[in-house]
C-alpha cells in the first residue's frame, strides 16, 4: 500500500479531467492539511496539556473542550490563509465567519464541525471533523448567513475524517465515495478505500438506547423488532453499537454496513433534533446516499430540506438502503 496514490495526484487528476477547478483542490488541500493538525494535536492530548474543557460554552449550549477550540481555529485559519473560501462557518463559531479584510476570496463556502464527538476525547475514543462545501455568491465579499442556506443537494463536496487508530479522509465529490488513510512516514493521505459502498442489508444499529422513553412510535417499533430478532417480525438476530461520535458511526456503516439513528425525540423536540444540519447532517448524508445508502429524517429525505437557520437541528436516521427503507416506511404508515 506504501505506493498508493496520494491525495495530491488523486486530486491532480479530477482537475485534469475537468471535474473540479483549482480553488476546489486548494481547499481540499488546505481541508487535508487542517486534520493532519488536529490529528497531531487530538494524538498528543495530554502530553501537551490540550485535553479537558475550556470552561466555555458554545452557540449550541455545549461545554467546550480545549481541543475544540484550538482545532476550530486552526482550522479556520488554514482555510482562511488558502484563500479558495469566501466565508466559512463552524459548530463553534455563533456567526458566519467573514474573512479579515485583504484576505482572497475563493468560489467556496465550507461549513465543518472541527471536532466531533469531543466528550469522548478525554476517554481517548475515537473522534473526528466532519466537512461539506458549498458554492459562494459570485463577487459578494462577506457572504451572509443567507448565503449558506443551501440544501445537502447542492452540496459541492462533503467529506469526514477519523482520528482513531488510523487517520482516515473520506471524500465524496459526487461521483462516489473514496478513502485515504494518513502515512505518518510520509505526512499524506493516500488512497487505500477507493469506491466505498454500504451493503444494502445490515444487522447492526447505533442508537443511544436511554432516549428510548422519548421516541415516536416508528423508531420504537424498529428498535423493538431488532430486539426480537429471529424471535420476532425479523428474520435474523441483530447487533447494537453506540460510539457517541458520529464520525465513528458514520464510518464503521461505510466499511461493513449498519444503520445510524439520532431519531426526533421528546427530549429534543422543541430544537428539531440533536444533530445539526449544515455541518452534520448534510455532509454525512451525501457521503452516505453516494455509497449507496439512505439518510433521512424520518418522514423526509435529509438532503432536500430547505435550511432557515445556520445551527438547525434535524433528526438523522441514516445507513443501509434496505434498512432505512423499512423505518422511512414505518415513518409512512405513522
Ligand atoms: P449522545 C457528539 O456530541 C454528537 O454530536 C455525535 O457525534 C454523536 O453521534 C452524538 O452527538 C452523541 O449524542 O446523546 O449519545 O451523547
Known amino acids: 500500500m506504501s505506493d498508493a496514490k496520494r491525495l495530491s495526484q488523486y486530486l491532480a487528476e479530477h482537475q485534469r479531467q475537468g471535474r473540479v477547478d483549482a480553488d476546489f483542490v486548494g481547499l481540499i488541500s488546505d481541508v487535508a492539511a487542517g486534520c493532519k493538525l488536529i490529528a497531531d494535536q487530538v494524538g498528543r492530548g495530554n502530553l501537551i496539556g490540550l485535553l479537558g474543557s475550556a470552561e466555555t460554552e458554545n452557540v449550541q449550549g455545549e461545554t467546550q473542550k480545549k481541543l475544540?477550540?484550538?482545532?476550530?481555529?486552526?482550522?479556520?485559519?488554514?482555510?482562511?490563509?488558502?484563500?479558495?473560501?469566501?466565508?466559512?462557518?463552524?459548530?463553534?463559531?455563533?456567526?458566519?465567519?467573514?474573512?479579515?479584510?485583504?484576505?482572497?476570496?475563493?468560489?467556496?463556502?465550507?461549513?465543518?464541525?472541527?471536532?466531533?464527538?469531543?466528550?469522548?476525547?478525554?476517554?481517548?475514543?475515537?473522534?473526528?471533523?466532519?466537512?461539506?462545501?458549498?458554492?459562494?455568491?459570485?463577487?459578494?465579499?462577506?457572504?451572509?448567513?443567507?448565503?449558506?442556506?443551501?440544501?445537502?443537494?447542492?452540496?459541492?463536496?462533503?467529506?469526514?475524517?477519523?482520528?482513531?487508530?488510523?487517520?482516515?479522509?473520506?471524500?465524496?465529490?459526487?461521483?462516489?465515495?473514496?478513502?485515504?488513510?494518513?502515512?505518518?512516514?510520509?505526512?499524506?493521505?493516500?488512497?487505500?478505500?477507493?469506491?466505498?459502498?454500504?451493503?444494502?442489508?445490515?444487522?447492526?444499529?447505533?442508537?443511544?438506547?436511554?432516549?428510548?422513553?422519548?421516541?415516536?412510535?416508528?423508531?420504537?417499533?424498529?428498535?423493538?423488532?431488532?430486539?426480537?430478532?429471529?424471535?420476532?417480525?425479523?428474520?435474523?438476530?441483530?447487533?447494537?453499537?453506540?460510539?457517541?461520535s458520529m464520525v465513528a458511526e458514520v464510518h464503521r456503516i461505510l466499511v461493513r454496513g449498519g444503520v445510524f439513528m439520532y431519531p426526533i425525540d421528546s427530549k429534543h423536540r422543541e430544537r428539531g433534533g440533536k444533530l445539526r444540519l449544515m455541518y452534520e447532517a448534510n455532509p454525512m448524508s451525501m457521503i452516505v446516499e453516494q455509497a449507496g445508502g439512505l439518510s433521512i429524517t424520518g418522514p423526509d429525505r435529509i438532503m432536500t430540506i430547505e435550511p432557515e437557520k445556520l445551527h438547525q437541528r434535524v433528526p438523522v436516521i441514516l445507513g443501509s438502503k434496505n434498512e432505512v427503507q423499512r423505518i422511512w416506511d414505518y415513518h409512512k404508515e405513522g
Not at 110 to 116: A, I, N, V
Open 68 to 244: 475544540d477550540i484550538i482545532s476550530n481555529d486552526e482550522f479556520t485559519d488554514i482555510l482562511t490563509e488558502g484563500g479558495h473560501v469566501a466565508g466559512l462557518a463552524s459548530e463553534e463559531m455563533d456567526e458566519v465567519y467573514d474573512l479579515p479584510a485583504g484576505k482572497h476570496r475563493g468560489p467556496y463556502l465550507c461549513t465543518y464541525d472541527p471536532l466531533d464527538g469531543s466528550s469522548n476525547i478525554d476517554v481517548n475514543v475515537t473522534v473526528g471533523t466532519i466537512f461539506s462545501v458549498l458554492k459562494a455568491p459570485t463577487g459578494k465579499e462577506n457572504p451572509t448567513e443567507e448565503d449558506f442556506m443551501q440544501p445537502g443537494t447542492e452540496q459541492v463536496a462533503a467529506g469526514y475524517v477519523t482520528y482513531g487508530p488510523s487517520t482516515i479522509l473520506v471524500l465524496t465529490i459526487g461521483d462516489g465515495v473514496d478513502g485515504f488513510t494518513l502515512d505518518r512516514s510520509v505526512g499524506e493521505f493516500k488512497l487505500t478505500h477507493p469506491n466505498m459502498t454500504i451493503p444494502e442489508d445490515t444487522a447492526e444499529f447505533a442508537i443511544n438506547m436511554s432516549n428510548m422513553r422519548f421516541w415516536d412510535a416508528p423508531v420504537k417499533r424498529y428498535v423493538d423488532e431488532c430486539l426480537a430478532g429471529t424471535e420476532g417480525e425479523r428474520d435474523k438476530d441483530f447487533n447494537m453499537r453506540w460510539v457517541a
